[in-house]
């Protein structure tokens, strides 16, 4: 009997010290399910088939969590007032931010990382936005020689200095990153796991290691426990890349955002192919394969803890793709694309069409203090079975949250959704 009671007496021990709590002097990068200031959104006087979606995040979000309207300086901010007013929404409530900015539809991408810890303090962390050193070697590729290319990628110089503008107008100390690195391509869940997709992240990183970028993410995020995946969704490809022939996606060749998520500390969201749809189309099929490569990574892995995690399988929405005539230059449209933009060993020749995918995806959803934002699909003509799967799914996990479905297809063909187009400032504990 005393045997047992110390080995029961032990068990606790151990279980107690892997619970401990986190010294409250050290930052870390919140899991997005914690309390938020508020959200930024970008928008672009030039850009006006984007108002309508800004308008329905931010109506989703008025009366729970404060938005923020970011755009370049460039732009003209009453003109976006008035659609806002037009459309029944009060400018009073919202803060409208203007920095030197190349895209600020991309928030989430460009924009800082916040860091807090338990004593109500905030950092920022201002990381390389990966594009630019991607599209300087893509201009290599192409046959520019180094310093023109590095000229030409300089257009970008604006995307990397958004981080710290931000965080400096609000008097926030800013630790600085060489790593390439995109907020949608990771994964955390407030607790020091982090999920990363390994070949994205050597993409962006060419010549760095495993081991020297997690150092660096420890470094600036205080994660310690490493979750590396397999890779993202077709539809999220590098329009570079024609992963299945005939078929091309404007997408960012793998963020997590678009096919993995944290639903709480221990859940695991994972985009799928039913086994009855893979075999439908190539798409669906290298899909399959993607996601199942994934989902054996994460049924042997375990958390910060040593526990499983909780695997949830989500449906993809039926795929989107139209068609688009291959024409000279960078000029691109709803129904072009230029030849400039796809990789010279990519069999392809001006005149050509090829299927534009859509980016879709159920997995591109933001949590915010008392909603989550779900992009929805049926008015676009996909399956009532699979979204009413995703209801199911999403209202199981948030029960205390309203779910607010959204209308984001016009991002999704720019190769996001609502989590890209959006960005959480964290609220101090």
Known sequence: MKKLTFFVFLIVIIFSCRQERRDPAIF??????????????GWKTRQPEFFPFAADVARALEGSTSVIFVSDTSENPQVFKEYLVENGLDTASFTFLTIPIRQALALRDI??????????EKKAVDFRW?????FERFLIE???????????????????????LIAARNGIEVITSSLNLDWGAIEVNGKGTILLNEEWMF??????????????????LGVHHFIWVGKGLVEDGDVSKIIIPGY???????HTDEYIRFANANTILLAWVDEKEKDLHPVHTENYLRMKETYDILIKAKDQDGRPFKIIKVPLPDLRHRPNMVIEGWSM???????????????IQVGDTLQYLSSS????FLISNDKVLLPTYLHVGSSPEKEERVKEIFASLFPDKQLVWIDATVYNWGGGGIHCYTKQVPKLN
């Open 28 to 41: 870390y990068y919140p899991a997005e399910w914690e309390p938020q200031e508020a959200i930024m959104i």
């Open 111 to 120: 924009g800082p990382v916040y860091l807090i810890n338990g004593l109500g």
């Open 130 to 134: 990966s594009y630019q050193d991607f």
């Open 142 to 164: 192409k046959g520019e020689e180094p310093d023109s290319a590095k000229v030409y990628a300089s257009f970008f110089d604006r995307n990397q200095k958004t981080d710290s």
């Open 203 to 220: 993409m962006v990183n060419p010549t760095s290691t495993k081991e020297s970028m997690e150092q660096e993410l420890q470094r600036t």
């Open 248 to 254: 091309v996606a404007m997408g960012t060749a793998g």
């Open 333 to 347: 449209s709803d129904s072009t694309i230029g030849k400039e933009y796809i990789a010279p060993d990519q069999v």
């Open 361 to 364: 995806s159920y997995l591109n």
